[in-house]
């Protein structure tokens, strides 16, 4: 499912686009509008499973478990697909750990994204060295003071 009618049909949710939709910073509203698509099964929405474990260790030291627990069970009730690791996953990410200064979540990400053909769609620096790899959506990075 690539495209359709010009658009991409699958993307990649970036731990930070999850993010930007729980603190709603800029940008919440195109990752709502993705989700909502997904719900009208306009398109398909893939999440590694790295980016539950980041939600969850970021959230447990912002806010604590609690809150850690909450949005992990909201993702899970999203209409997205988890992508589990996987051997051709594994190699894939693999690859781009050991050809790219990326963190291991990230390679992770990445790689579900180069594995589905997917829009990754995050905030995240690290990504802008993938860009010949894999397309992106990116997200407004947060304003500094």
Do not use: C
């Not at 195109?30 to 539950?52: G, H, M, N, Y």
């Not at 999203?78 to 990326?102: Q, V, Y």
């Amino acid at each position: 499912m690539k495209k359709k009618n010009g658009e991409d049909r699958t993307y990649v949710l970036d731990s930070s686009a999850f993010l930007t939709m729980f603190e709603d910073e800029d940008g919440a509203d195109v990752v709502q509008e993705l989700l909502e698509k997904a719900k009208r099964e306009e398109i398909i929405i893939f999440t590694s499973f790295a980016t539950f474990a980041e939600i969850f260790y970021v959230t447990f030291r912002e806010l604590g478990e609690k809150e850690a627990r909450n949005r992990v069970a909201l993702m899970n009730e999203l209409t997205i697909s988890r992508a589990e690791s996987t051997k051709e996953l594994g190699i894939i990410a693999g690859r781009l750990k050991a050809t790219k200064r990326i963190s291991f979540a990230d390679a992770w990400i990445a790689a579900t994204a180069v594995f589905y053909d997917a829009t990754l769609v995050h905030k995240d620096p690290e990504f802008q060295q993938l860009m010949d790899k894999i397309r992106v959506i990116e997200l407004p990075y947060k304003k500094t003071a």
